[in-house]
């Protein structure tokens, strides 16, 4: 028997199969696993991804439309399509500044979101401005502009992802 929750956690991914046919195979790979009651509890504010399933956390989740649950199962599973939470394994952490990388992959996935119809929500490390780039790119161009590299750290720091390691504290999606 699940829970009212629980099944509104499925019932999210079975309207996105219906909505987006061309991502079930994405969906169908990466299931869901509740957090809360362990201690990932206190690590993930909202949702994140080890690459071999998407932790959410129930309270948070509960409390959401469809419309932003949607959002992150989409963003968390896009993550995982781009082989993001197997770079942050490798020794890929300590060639590149982490602040402006988890906002580079931050932007990359939120815009897939938004190609695929979804509405990004505004909670969320976004910027149009980098529409259309892969997180190289990003990362590269933000890394060239002083200012800007500083601006995405305090932004960074300010969402509690980045350098701490762990990321998904304080921002959706993560």
């Known amino acids: 028997m699940t829970t009212p929750y629980e099944f509104k956690y499925e019932e999210m991914v079975q309207d996105l199969m219906l909505t987006c046919p061309w991502l079930v195979s994405i969906l169908m790979r990466v299931p869901g696993v509740q957090i809360d009651d362990t201690p990932l509890a206190d690590e993930i504010q909202w949702m994140a991804?080890?690459?071999?399933?998407s932790f959410y956390h129930k309270e948070r989740m509960s409390k959401e439309s469809m419309e932003f649950g949607a959002l992150g199962?989409?963003?968390?599973?896009?993550?995982?399509?781009?082989?993001h939470p197997?770079?942050?394994?490798?020794?890929?952490?300590?060639?590149?500044?982490?602040?402006?990388w988890e906002f580079a992959i931050e932007n990359v996935c939120n815009y897939w979101v938004k190609t695929f119809g979804i509405k990004v929500d505004p909670r969320v490390i976004y910027e149009e401005k980098y529409d259309g780039l892969?997180?190289?790119?990003?990362?590269?161009?933000?890394?060239?502009d002083p200012a800007e590299k500083e601006r995405v750290k305090k932004l960074m720091k300010k969402a509690g992802s980045g350098s701490d390691g762990e990321g998904g504290?304080?921002?959706?999606?993560k």
């Open 49 to 53: 991804t080890d690459g071999v399933v």
């Open 86 to 100: 197997f770079a942050k394994r490798t020794e890929m952490v300590n060639l590149v500044d982490m602040d402006v």
């Open 134 to 144: 892969t997180e190289w790119q990003i990362y590269n161009e933000i890394m060239k």
């Open 73 to 83: 199962i989409i963003h968390e599973d896009v993550h995982v399509l781009l082989g």
């Open 169 to 173: 504290n304080g921002k959706p999606g």
